[in-house]
C-alpha cells in the first residue's frame, strides 16, 4: 500500500482537500519563518453539471487531463490539490502578487482553446483561474477565499483582514 493512500484523489492523482490542513500548515509556517509569500491559485470548471450530462468518460478524461495540465505548469515545490469534484487549487510557495498574476494569465491562456473544444478532450470547457497572494500581514482564509471568488464570479470575496 502506497504512503499517498488517502491524501490522494484516485482520478486525479492530485493531493485531496483533506490533506490540504497538513500542508498549509507546514507552509504558513514557513512562510512567516522565512518571510516568503505564499500564493493560492484556484481553476475551477464552469457548467461541471454539463459536462457531467455529458457523461461519466468524458468528466473523468477532463479532470485527468486538467490535472495533467497543472502538472505540467507547475514547479517541483508548488502544491496540487483537487479541492471540489470542479474546482482545482495551486498552492504556490515563494510565489509574490506579480508571480501569481503571471500564473493565473499562463493557465487562463493555456485553457482558453478548451473552450471551443480545442483541448485535449472531446468537448468545450470553459475553465476560469483566479489567484491570490498571501504576505506576512494578511490572514490565509481571506487569501484563499479571494482567490476562489476570482475564479467563481458571483461568490462574494471577504475584505482583507489585517492581522
Request: charged share 30%.
Given at each position: 500500500?502506497?504512503?499517498?493512500?488517502?491524501?490522494?484523489?484516485?482520478?486525479?492523482?492530485?493531493?485531496?482537500?483533506?490533506?490540504?490542513?497538513?500542508?498549509?500548515?507546514?507552509?504558513?509556517?514557513?512562510?512567516?519563518?522565512?518571510?516568503?509569500?505564499?500564493?493560492?491559485?484556484?481553476?475551477?470548471?464552469?457548467?461541471?453539471?454539463?459536462?457531467?450530462?455529458?457523461?461519466?468518460?468524458?468528466?473523468?478524461?477532463?479532470?485527468?487531463?486538467?490535472a495533467r495540465?497543472?502538472?505540467?505548469?507547475?514547479?517541483?515545490?508548488?502544491?496540487?490539490?483537487?479541492?471540489?469534484?470542479?474546482?482545482?487549487?495551486?498552492?504556490?510557495?515563494?510565489?509574490?502578487?506579480?508571480?501569481?498574476?503571471?500564473?493565473?494569465?499562463?493557465?487562463?491562456?493555456?485553457?482558453?482553446?478548451?473552450?471551443?473544444?480545442?483541448?485535449?478532450?472531446?468537448?468545450?470547457?470553459?475553465?476560469?483561474?483566479?489567484?491570490?497572494?498571501h504576505e506576512?500581514?494578511?490572514?490565509?482564509?481571506?487569501?484563499?477565499?479571494?482567490?476562489?471568488?476570482?475564479?467563481?464570479?458571483?461568490?462574494?470575496?471577504?475584505?482583507?483582514?489585517?492581522?
Amino acid at each position: 500500500m502506497s504512503a499517498d493512500t488517502g491524501i490522494r484523489d484516485v482520478v486525479t492523482g492530485l493531493y485531496v482537500r483533506e490533506y490540504f490542513d497538513d500542508v498549509i500548515a507546514r507552509e504558513l509556517e514557513r512562510s512567516r519563518r522565512h518571510e516568503i509569500p505564499l500564493s493560492v491559485v484556484s481553476v475551477v470548471i464552469r457548467d461541471f453539471e454539463s459536462l457531467a450530462a455529458a457523461g461519466e468518460e468524458v468528466t473523468v478524461s477532463v479532470l485527468v487531463e486538467i490535472a495533467r495540465e497543472l502538472g505540467r505548469n507547475v514547479r517541483e515545490t508548488d502544491h496540487l490539490f483537487r479541492w471540489e469534484a470542479d474546482e482545482f487549487l495551486l498552492l504556490l510557495f515563494g510565489a509574490d502578487g506579480a508571480a501569481c498574476e503571471q500564473k493565473v494569465q499562463q493557465l487562463d491562456h493555456l485553457f482558453r482553446p478548451w473552450r471551443d473544444g480545442g483541448g485535449p478532450v472531446p468537448v468545450g470547457v470553459r475553465i476560469r483561474v483566479g489567484g491570490a497572494t498571501h504576505e506576512s500581514d494578511i490572514v490565509f482564509a481571506s487569501v484563499l477565499q479571494a482567490a476562489r471568488a476570482m475564479a467563481r464570479p458571483g461568490v462574494a470575496a471577504v475584505p482583507v483582514e489585517r492581522s
